[in-house]
């Protein structure tokens, strides 16, 4: 079992880290809001804790281990609850978190069924089904983490993360808004809120 993967981050795309612990290369699934944090250390060593199972249909003989990535330990304790449930399981939720961890606890604990509704591939009923197992479970993730991320992000990550559920909410495509933020973030700048870092996404669309 590989619990733990540190190592040069020698790539990043959309929903993988290949990251170079020698003598070799892991590909690391990595959920959204992780990728924003690893994103600007391209080219150094970081370390993710690390979920390992087998993706495919038994039915068919078809099974490839895959690595999933997360921050902290604590963060890898939540994502497994939360493919505990119903109708989710390790790809969806590897769509669905695009917010932090303690976002999403958040909403679980205060049975938000419509803000869990936003987040991609999570409809009504799978809200309902997620509040339903782990609401008593969340207040140890929402107050956690939160403690926990204070020394992992900046304020500008979480500026990054809300402003991305914004243009999911506004009907941009994840890809789109993947695209978006990647643009106007290459400027290097300093965002004070989410409304500034949207004014530079949309600027930035203007000019292309």
């Known amino acids: 079992m ?17 990251i170079a612990a020698t003598p070799f290369e892991y590909e690391v699934l990595i ?34 281990p895959r690595l999933v990535g997360f921050l902290s330990e604590i963060e890898r304790e939540f994502f ?18 695009v917010r932090p961890v303690q976002d999403v606890a958040s909403l679980i604990e205060s049975q938000d069924t419509k803000g869990l509704s936003t987040l991609p591939g999570i409809g009504p009923a799978t809200s309902e089904r997620i509040v339903a197992k782990l609401r008593r479970k969340m207040p140890k993730f929402a107050l956690l983490v939160a403690q926990d991320e204070a020394t992992l992000a900046d304020v500008k990550a979480d500026i990054v993360q809300e ?27 300093k965002y004070k809120d989410v409304d500034t870092l949207l004014q530079a ?8």
Request: net charge neutral; with cysteine; hydrophobic share 40%.
């Open 31 to 64: 959920p959204d809001f992780a990728r924003r944090h690893i994103q600007p250390h391209v080219g150094e060593t970081v370390s993710l804790h690390t979920i390992h199972y087998l993706d495919g249909n038994p039915a068919h003989g078809r099974l490839t």
């Open 2 to 18: 590989i619990t733990k993967v540190s190592g040069q981050l020698i790539a990043l795309t959309t929903d993988a880290a290949t």
């Open 163 to 189: 402003t991305f559920a914004v243009l999911l909410q506004l009907g941009h495509a994840e890809s789109d808004a993947h695209k978006l933020l990647d643009a106007a973030l290459a400027e290097k700048k």
């Open 201 to 208: 996404v949309y600027q930035s669309r203007q000019e292309d």
């Open 80 to 97: 497994e609850m939360f493919c505990s449930v119903d109708g989710v399981g390790m790809r969806k939720a590897l769509r669905a978190m």
